[in-house]
């Protein structure tokens, strides 16, 4: 039996507040940092109020009321489908929204907490885009320090060698919460291992690209800061290498962070469907890069 968050993909969503694009994938990352239901729908608000956010990849989502609120108030909010997988024990997870019907879920190639990394194959002007969505755990209880991690990790690192068979021909995008961050981080943070730099650079190794590092390579930012009040790049959005140069905006967003809505940034990235060449002989409008981007879940 499906739970009641996953049946309303079945329901009609009231209309979106803004016209998803059909040239340009434009997904929003938002870590929801497991909310209760009231805040669940000031986030949800915040969400459908961003003009680019067709798709809305969601970490950190609750497994119980809080979750359930903020997928039922996505769907009001106008997005008409929305993957929300349930953990067979409790955990958290990861949701997928999206704006449009045609958007589907797909079989997680990741094989350990298959809650955390759903997956969808959704169709926007006529071309199919692969989403995965992830959330790692973080390091865990001191009795069972970083198990949970490095066996989700390990799931990933196999998993993106089946990407290409899981959606075969079409640009590829991987968002969500690492909990590691790259070699080189500013400010640098000693406690992490080799076995996370390695995870980091496992999906360069698969043929994927740092959306964010491709438009600002030198640039230090952060998406979550500790008590003491250190930066960590841990939101990261990558894509098929082959489709990095239609990358038109990659950028962080401190406006969740700072209203209180998350204690993460949320992060966005456009990508355009069209060849630019091709786009300016058919004389179409290019995507407005100052639009935020947003996916939902089916």
């Given at each position: ?14 209309a ?5 694009a ?32 067709d ?14 609120a ?18 067979q ?81 079409m ?41 964010f ?51 993460h ?6 990508l ?27």
């Amino acid at each position: 039996m499906t739970s009641p968050a996953e049946q309303l993909s079945l329901l009609a969503a009231d209309a979106p507040a803004h016209r998803p694009a059909r040239d340009a994938v434009r997904l929003l990352l938002f870590n929801a940092q497991h909310a209760s239901p009231q805040r669940s729908r000031r986030q949800a608000a915040w969400i459908a109020g961003q003009a680019s956010a067709d798709i809305a990849v969601l970490t950190e989502v609750s497994p119980t009321h809080g979750g359930d609120a903020l997928v039922t108030a996505l769907h009001e909010r106008g997005y008409a489908t929305v993957i929300a997988p349930q953990p067979q024990e409790r955990d958290y997870r990861t949701v997928i929204a999206c704006r449009t019907t045609d958007a589907h879920p797909v079989e997680s190639p990741v094989t350990v907490m298959p809650h955390r990394a759903p997956a969808a194959r959704i169709t926007i002007g006529g071309h199919d885009v692969g989403i995965l969505g992830l959330y790692v755990p973080s390091r865990g209880p001191k009795e069972a320090r970083n198990v949970a991690k490095r066996a989700f990790q390990d799931a990933v690192t196999e998993a993106l060698l089946k990407l290409d068979s899981v959606f075969p021909q079409m640009p590829m995008i991987i968002a969500g919460d690492l909990n590691v961050i790259e070699r080189g981080h500013q400010p640098p943070h000693k406690v992490f291992g080799a076995w996370e730099y390695a995870f980091y650079d496992s999906f360069q190794a698969t043929g994927l690209t740092d959306a964010f590092r491709h438009l600002h390579p030198d640039e230090a930012a952060h998406s979550w800061y500790g008590r003491s009040g250190n930066g960590f790049r841990f939101d990261h959005i990558h894509l098929t290498h082959t489709h990095a140069a239609h990358i038109i905006t990659c950028d962080y967003h401190h406006e969740p962070r700072k209203n209180d809505l998350s204690d993460h940034a949320a992060m966005t990235v456009q990508l355009r469907l069209t060849n630019p060449d091709t786009e300016a002989e058919s004389g179409s409008a290019a995507p407005d890069p100052e639009a935020v981007i947003k996916m939902p879940p089916p």
